[in-house]
């Protein structure tokens, strides 16, 4: 069993940073961060693969960091200029091979 928590979510102005940090409890091939806004699909934000795979939504490329510790398993999202629309739940997930775990989530809210 994975399990994983997130933390770092709050309240910003847009424009402004936040850094969101997930452990789990063991080391995972892929973790990644995924938001679902009010009314909308959770999508994918970035994932990390183990070996250095890399992705992220064209819409926070740029301005969105992902980063993992495998030592330490840990993954981290560093947001910057942050705008209203990147407001929502954002969910930790690891995915060994054969499925998905998720985190509780945290919520981001981005004020204008």
């Known amino acids: 069993q994975v399990r994983l928590e997130e933390s770092g979510g709050g309240y910003v102005q847009a424009g402004g940073s936040l850094r969101l940090s997930c452990t789990a409890s063991?080391?995972?091939?892929?973790m990644a961060w995924y938001r679902q806004a009010p009314g909308k699909q959770r999508e994918l934000v970035a994932r990390l693969g183990i070996g250095g795979a890399l992705n992220y939504a064209d819409s926070v490329r740029g301005r969105f960091t992902i980063s993992r510790d495998n030592d330490k398993n840990t993954v981290e999202l560093q947001m910057k200029n942050l705008k209203p629309d990147d407001s929502g739940v954002y969910f930790c997930?690891?995915?060994?091979?054969?499925?998905?775990?998720w985190g509780q989530g945290t919520q981001v809210t981005v004020s204008m």
């Open positions: 997930s690891a995915n060994p091979g054969w499925q998905e775990y």
């Open positions: 063991s080391r995972i091939e892929y």
